[in-house]
């Protein structure tokens, strides 16, 4: 199986930056794809971001687009998300996930705690 383990949550001030980092292990080769999701407190988990293993394409939530980025290192194994221009409505738990080919999101991380203050 495909274990993931997010770091670089934090309390940030608005308008300041973080960047957040999910680090897979395990059976790492059949991994298709990698994405971010948070979750904030009473809301539904929300799609932010995911990129293709294979060819680095990428996709954003409208509501993060233009400032978040998400990137890979593929000899780490590690996908990390930029989150810039942060917002309090970006206050979440973030969470990692990955799937195989033709897959669903069936591997996740632990969680994150993204809080960002007025």
């Known amino acids: 199986q495909v274990q993931l383990l997010e770091s670089g949550g934090g309390l940030v001030q608005a308008g300041g930056s973080l960047r957040l980092s999910c680090a897979a292990s395990g059976r790492t080769f059949t991994v298709a794809a990698m994405a971010w999701f948070r979750q904030a407190p009473g809301k539904e988990r929300e799609f932010v971001s995911h990129?293709?293993?294979?060819?680095?394409?990428?996709g954003y939530a409208d509501s993060v687009k233009d400032r978040f980025t998400i990137s890979k290192d593929n000899a780490k194994n590690t996908v990390y998300l930029q989150m810039n221009s942060l917002k309090p409505g970006d206050t979440a738990v973030y969470y990692c996930?990955?799937?195989?080919?033709?897959?669903?999101?069936?591997?996740w991380g632990q969680g994150t705690q993204v809080t960002v203050s007025s």
């Open positions: 996930a990955a799937r195989r080919v033709f897959g669903t999101y069936e591997f």
């Open positions: 990129i293709n293993w294979s060819d680095s394409a990428t």
